[in-house]
C-alpha cells in the first residue's frame, strides 16, 4: 500500500483554504476538520468517517485578524466553539456555535506580550476547557486555567526544544485522564 496514493480518499482542499485545527470526532457529533479560508476568512466545518468526506457545512465568517486557536465546548451546552486569536492586538475570544451558526460572542484574556494561543483542552479535569499558551521567543509554554471565557488561573508548561513549536494538543493521558501536549 503506498501512502500517497491513500490521500486520493480525502477530498482536496480548495485553493487558499487552510487547515486550522483537526480532532476526531465524538460519536459523529463533533466536527473533524475546522477550515479557515486564508482570503474571505469564512470558516466550513467538515464531519467524516474514517478518512472519507459524509457532510460540511459553512460557520461563521471572522474578522479581520482573527484565526481559529481552537476548539472546545466552552459553555458545556454539547456543541463545539470556536477560540479565537488576533495576534496583533493578543485578544482572545470565544464564539459560540450551534453547529455551524454562531449564538453569541465573548472576549477571553489578553495575552501577554510575546505569548499566543496555540490550543484548548481541559488539562486540569474540571470539565472546562483551558488555553495553552507559548511564547514565540523563549518557547516557553503556560496553561490558563478558565471558568468558560473567565481567566481563573495559570501555570507555566515545559518549554519547546528550539526549531518546534507547540500546534496542537495530542490527546487524553492514557494513565492520568487529562490533555497531554
Known amino acids: 500500500m503506498n501512502p500517497l496514493t491513500q490521500f486520493k480518499k480525502i477530498p482536496i482542499l480548495p485553493l487558499l483554504i487552510a487547515l486550522a485545527l483537526a480532532f476526531g470526532a465524538a ?4 466536527p473533524d476538520y475546522v477550515l ?12 467524516l468517517n474514517n478518512n472519507v468526506f459524509v457532510r460540511g457545512a459553512y460557520g461563521p465568517t471572522l474578522p479581520t485578524g482573527w484565526g481559529v486557536a481552537g ?14 486569536f488576533d495576534p496583533v492586538t493578543r485578544q482572545t475570544a470565544i464564539w459560540y ?14 495575552d501577554p506580550s510575546g505569548w499566543g494561543l496555540v490550543a484548548t483542552a481541559d488539562f486540569n479535569g474540571d470539565g ?17 486555567y478558565l471558568n468558560n471565557n473567565v481567566f481563573v488561573s495559570g501555570a507555566f508548561g515545559p518549554t519547546v526544544p528550539a526549531g518546534w513549536s507547540l500546534v496542537e494538543v495530542e490527546g487524553v493521558c492514557e494513565s492520568c485522564g487529562y490533555w497531554d501536549y
Open 36 to 47: 479557515q479560508n486564508t482570503s474571505t476568512r469564512q470558516t466550513a466545518i467538515w464531519y
Open 97 to 110: 456555535l450551534s453547529g455551524p451558526t454562531l449564538i453569541r460572542r465573548a472576549y477571553g484574556p489578553t
Open 128 to 144: 472546562k476547557p483551558d488555553y495553552v499558551l507559548q511564547n514565540t521567543s523563549t518557547r516557553q509554554t503556560t496553561i490558563w
Open 27 to 30: 460519536a459523529g457529533a463533533a
Open 71 to 84: 476548539v472546545a465546548d466552552f459553555n458545556g451546552d454539547g456543541h463545539a466553539d470556536y477560540a479565537l
